[in-house]
């Protein structure tokens, strides 16, 4: 035999039964053999009938039937080919994950490198293998532990074994330094410093006196049999599994929880006989599910718990089929039906209507009240999108439960209009909020409504006595006003209204316009107080091209704009002396001449003028024309200021309460008792203006 063909390792692997089950060339010339001649068969025979394995064949005499996971090596200074080649036959026993004897490594090298596995049989094992010397550095590193950890073995050889994986037991009770073999779950640190939990079998290695020499170590990534038992521990459902025999092989956390059993008390027990349910026997849902090959889900029964006690319970249940798809048992979830029994007692006993929704907006529960308001049944609702069950005014962007959902937040008494199943309009308050699952996750969400169809009609029989057009008052002052504004809407007179600032004033303008017979006509506001006396003539009057500088072309002014219709001059009062020749003239003539014109243009205008000024003392005090007061003054309108019309105040809150909440979306309900107390005891220095601005600020 050629001493070169030991120039490189040669070795056989064997199977759990020693049966040989792979070699390498080196192996194949230094047995003389062919590959027929040793594949498949048991490795005693292939080296005891070779009087060159003798020493070999004892060993492998000793280990075979052995399940000790241990390395066994020996030298036999005979064991040669040539005079100079002396070498040295292992033995490796190596372990699998669970510490169950997996197979072995036979092989042959230089005694040099006595401690050298090779990397063709340590890369194809499943299992992550290093192998330590001595002083506990890492000798070997296969391809599955390389790909565990990310680490490669020319980064690892030579260093120490814990400053590598960092595993949370190792140090002096390294277990592949140990005398007796052990398997254990520890985390190791990757190479990326995940943090990787493992299963980790450990082995010594001896040399011939016995002596612990180094180790191995077989390791498997177990992240997914941690996450299996974490998502089982801490899922709300329980959970059990039977075989097929109906046999107990698991029950988690909640199950415990739920049934009052302990884990260990039913394993291995009948589950008819733990649970004892209202459908075990011909009707059991687990049967049903395994005879059919196919989930069952969301049945409600009642099962027993440990006290006797009678628990309501939604179950699924599934089939157990393994790798063949044969049934080998089956699975079964449940969950507490106690709380959703008693919430549907409730919610059917309520006068509002309420209804739930999933996140694709699919109506999944209805009650009785809601059927009576809109007219829709529970079966012809539930399944039915949202929108097209109530056909809200705010469906699309505004919808109530998508901003909940979309907030987390509720959303509370919120004024809207929905289509009953007749096609009439439904005048609802309604609150949304989200449906949250037990682990936070938004689910759907829930309505409730109210029908306000009396509260809307009571509430515009009362409006409607206490307005003309936009104002809105039931004080005696005001009610006067109002009789008498229609007679002066429908006359051409001119109209003096006076009143403190923020009284409405031009509400009252355009009341009497648009019950004028000119309210087809333009109506048109000028704020004579916000505009210089340079600008207000040109801004009434107009101005042709020319007439200053930069007038390049000609301009309209206000009274043409309001030619036909009706133009409301507020603040009248703080017109110059200069203009108050000009309006007198179109007060008394109807005409009037544009800036830069010397032609007369007709004007054909009522005008409705307010101030807050007293202009009669104006007059007294030579700063207004008394002329001018008087053309003005033909029919004069006093508004009372509103700490003079207090039992206006409620009134004015719920109007203002209403306009917000449709201008802005906002769910404002109201005012409370207390803060309603405080705004009838102010004064309201700024009148309705003030309170508006109360109101939208609150």
């Known amino acids: 035999m050629n001493s070169e063909l030991f120039s490189e390792n040669a070795f056989v692997t064997v199977d759990r039964d020693w049966v040989i089950t792979s070699f390498n060339e080196c192996a194949l010339g230094v047995l003389g053999c062919e590959e027929v001649d040793i594949l498949g068969r048991h490795c005693t025979e292939v080296f005891c009938g070779d009087h060159r394995f003798v020493g070999v064949c004892e060993i492998l005499e000793a280990v075979v039937g052995k399940q000790s996971i241990s390395e066994i090596t020996a030298s036999f200074p005979d064991f040669y080919f040539t005079e100079r080649s002396l070498r040295q036959a292992r033995i490796v026993l190596l372990p699998g994950a669970d510490d169950a004897f997996v197979g072995a490594y036979v092989g042959f090298t230089d005694v040099v490198n006595a401690h050298h596995v090779s990397s063709f049989i340590l890369d194809s094992i499943a299992t992550g293998v290093l192998t330590l010397d001595g002083d506990r550095k890492i000798t070997s590193f296969n391809k599955m532990a390389e790909q565990i950890t990310g680490w490669r073995e020319r980064e690892v050889l030579g260093q120490m074994y814990e400053q590598v994986l960092h595993p949370r037991s190792c140090g002096e009770a390294c277990a592949a330094l140990q005398s007796e073999d052990k398997t254990h779950d520890v985390f190791i640190t990757t190479k990326d410093h995940h943090i990787l939990p493992v299963t980790m079998a450990g082995s010594p290695l001896r040399d011939v006196h016995g002596n612990v ?14 996450e299996h038992h974490m998502i ?18 698991s029950l988690n956390a909640a199950a415990e929880r739920m049934t009052g059993w302990k884990r260990a008390e039913v394993i291995g027990k009948s589950c008819k006989d733990v649970f004892r349910s209202s459908v ?20 409600d029964i009642f099962v027993t718990g440990k006290k006797g006690d009678a628990l309501p319970v939604c179950i699924s249940a599934s089939p157990l089929i393994d790798m063949h798809g044969d049934v080998v048992g089956g699975v079964e979830t449940f969950r507490d039906n106690s709380e959703r029994l008693k919430t549907d007692l409730i919610v059917e006993s309520v006068a509002d209507g309420v209804f739930t929704v999933d996140r694709n907006w699919q109506i999944t529960s209805f009650n009785r009240a809601a059927e009576l308001i809109t007219g829709w049944t529970r079966d012809e609702a539930v399944g ?22 979309y907030s987390g937040a509720p959303v509370a008494n919120r004024s809207i209009e929905v289509e009953g199943r007749d096609g009439k309009k439904i005048p609802i308050s309604i609150s949304a909020a989200p449906l949250v699952d037990h682990e936070g996750n938004v689910v759907g969400g829930v309505e409730t409504f109210r029908d306000l169809t009396v ?7 009362l409006t409607r006595n206490y307005t003309f057009d936009q104002i809105i008052s039931k004080s005696a002052s005001m ?26 004033k031009e509400l009252v303008a355009r009341a009497l316009f648009n019950a004028s017979t000119r309210n087809k006509d333009p109506f048109v506001v000028v704020n004579c107080g916000a505009l210089p006396d340079t600008l207000l003539e040109s801004e009434l009057f107009g101005y042709k091209a020319g007439a200053f500088t930069d007038a390049r072309k000609d301009k309209q002014g206000r009274f043409a704009a309001a030619e036909g219709g009706t133009i409301f001059l507020d603040e009248i009062g703080d017109i110059p002396q200069s203009l108050q020749v000009k309006l007198l003239r179109v007060l008394q003539n109807k005409v009037y001449e544009p800036l830069g014109s010397n032609v007369s243009v007709k004007a054909d205008v009522r005008i409705i003028a307010a101030t807050n000024r007293n202009l009669a003392e104006s007059v007294a005090e030579g700063t207004f024309r008394e002329d001018l007061y008087y053309r ?3 029919v004069k309108i006093n508004l009372p200021p509103l700490r003079e019309r207090m039992e206006d105040i409620p009134l004015l809150i719920d109007h203002f309460v209403e306009q917000f909440r449709a201008e802005k979306t906002k769910d404002i309900v109201g005012v409370s008792p207390g803060v309603l107390s405080v705004l009838m005891h102010y004064d309201y220095p700024g009148n309705i203006r003030e309170r508006e601005n109360i109101i939208e600020y609150d």
């Open 213 to 226: 020499i180094g180790g191995v170590e077989t390791f498997a990534d177990i992240t997914s049999r941690i």
């Open 232 to 249: 089982l521990s801490s899922v709300a459902d329980g959970v059990f599994a039977v075989d097929r025999d109906w046999k107990i092989t």
């Open 280 to 299: 075990c026997g011909d009707n059991c849902v687990l049967a049903q599910a395994i005879q059919a090959g196919k989930n069952i889900v969301d049945q």
């Open 384 to 405: 039915q999108y949202c929108s097209d069950v109530f056909k809200s005014s705010i469906c699309g962007k505004n919808c109530a439960i998508a901003e909940s959902l």
């Open 455 to 461: 509260e809307a009609s009571l509430r515009k029989q």
């Open 479 to 504: 009610q006067r006003m109002f009789q008498i504004m229609p007679e002066i809407a429908r006359s051409n007179s001119n109209v003096l209204v006076l009143g403190d600032s923020g009284t409405g």
């Open 632 to 634: 003005l003054n033909v």
